[in-house]
């Protein structure tokens, strides 16, 4: 299975509350691993989902370009991650950054700032109840 579908299948999974805690992909596959600690429909925002999740990359790892539907914040827990919105420069957060994102943004880039040492990240979405937590960004390779 392409790599892209699968990460999006698993993470559309997530927003759906199927998965409480998974690995997007096998270790050493060279991608993040992603682990949900928290996803509530919240009674105060008919067809809402507050999602809170982490993302870990191993050294050198990154997530595929990606748009997300709702509003997110990233907070660096350990480490430094290189994000890149779209309209704007890569920028390096390390741990105790964070930055937000407008639903419907391209994140262009999100990856490990080392070759040699881990990062995570949490994450909160603010999501439609029925839309997945991310779309995947259709690359030159993925034409039709």
């Keep these: 299975m392409n ?17 409480p805690a998974v690995s997007a992909h096998g270790p050493g596959d060279g991608e993040e691993k992603i682990t949900v600690h928290h996803d509530q429909a919240l009674r105060d925002a008919p067809g809402k989902n507050a999602l809170f999740f982490t993302v870990e990359y191993a050294p050198g790892q990154k997530s595929i370009p990606h748009v997300h539907g709702g509003s997110v914040v990233a907070y660096v827990l350990e480490g430094a991650v290189v994000s890149q919105l779209g309209g704007e420069s890569e920028k390096t957060y390390r741990a105790g950054e964070s930055w937000y994102e407008t639903p419907g943004i391209d ?38």
């Design 3 to 19: 790599k892209t579908i699968k990460q999006f299948l698993v993470l559309t999974a997530l927003a759906a509350g199927v998965v």
């Design 107 to 144: 994140h262009l880039v999100s990856r490990n700032a080392s070759a040699t040492q881990p990062a995570k990240l949490l994450v909160w979405i603010l999501n439609d109840a029925k839309a997945p937590v991310l779309t995947p960004l259709q690359t030159k390779g993925d034409a039709p």
